[in-house]
């Protein structure tokens, strides 16, 4: 038994890993696009999904390793569950945003850029802090 839930940490850290390679490769390819038509297609068909997919991972493997704790609610799991919510609001505005901007405006795009590049940078940072907490405790 013991060999499962040390399996399902190092699969939770992982995906913590998988979720700030993520973030920091959007905040990447949010940088350097160019073409607002062309990344929201990217977005839309490739990177959402998978980052979607990656926090999706994270979360669940959380939630199984809540469960092996018989729900033993910490200070470290309410903060885990709290950021958690905190990613899915965050991405569902920087998506939503992304979904009505307008290709047709000329400066929309430049519009978007701080904005969702804030959001991800806060994610990243946040993830980042909370990751650093769990693997040094």
Do not use: C
Not at 49 to 75: C, R, Y
Not at 87 to 100: G, N, T
Request: overall charge positive; aromatic content about 12%; proline content about 1%.
């Amino acid at each position: 038994m013991n060999e499962m839930y040390n399996m399902g940490l190092d699969l939770h850290s992982w995906s913590a890993v998988a979720v700030l390679g993520m973030i920091f490769l959007n905040l990447f390819i949010l940088i350097s696009a160019k073409d607002l038509a062309k990344y929201k297609r990217a977005n839309s068909l490739y990177w959402m999904p998978l980052e979607i997919t990656v926090l999706g991972s994270l979360l669940f493997t959380g939630i199984v390793m809540m469960a092996a704790k018989h729900l033993d609610f910490s200070l470290e799991n309410i903060a885990m569950i709290l950021l958690g919510i905190i990613l899915i609001v965050l991405e569902a505005k920087r998506l939503k945003a992304l979904k009505y901007l307008s290709t047709k405006k000329e400066h929309a795009f430049n519009a978007y850029k701080p904005f969702a590049r804030t959001i991800l940078q806060v994610e990243f940072v946040l993830v980042f802090l909370m990751s650093l907490w769990m693997w040094l405790v």
